[in-house]
């Protein structure tokens, strides 16, 4: 089974940048659609985007347009690049498969603010 490494996050202003980065180890990363997730406080888990083996993206409308995702199967790596940030995205950010997800990682916070 796999594991699932976040990082990146951290205190931004609102209409700042950030990117995010999600290190998996194990197999399972090449073949699979992965996701971004994220948790604000007294909130359920969210999906913010997606993105198929073949890089085909998705997001929700919430984010079109000012969050991007990526992924380099050659690094067992996806990213999340965060910009026009606004307080509301403020939460903490997972990665994970798209179905059937593995053990969720520690996340890394992402805190938009002034």
């Known amino acids: 089974q796999g594991q699932l490494v976040e990082s990146g996050g951290g205190l931004v202003q609102p209409g700042g940048a950030l990117e995010l980065s999600c290190t998996a180890s194990?197999?399972?990363?090449?073949?699979?659609?992965m996701a971004w997730y994220r948790q604000a406080p007294g909130q359920q888990r969210e999906l913010v985007a997606s993105?198929?083996?073949?890089?085909?993206?998705y997001y929700v409308d919430s984010v079109k347009g000012r969050f991007f995702i990526a992924r380099d199967n050659t690094r067992n790596t996806m990213y999340l690049r965060m910009t026009s940030l606004e307080p509301e995205d403020t939460a903490l950010y997972y990665c994970?498969?798209?179905?059937?997800?593995?053990?969720w990682g520690q996340g890394t916070q992402v805190t938009v603010s002034s």
């Open positions: 994970n498969t798209a179905t059937n997800p593995l053990p």
């Open positions: 194990g197999t399972f990363f090449s073949g699979n659609t």
């Open positions: 993105i198929t083996v073949a890089r085909y993206p």
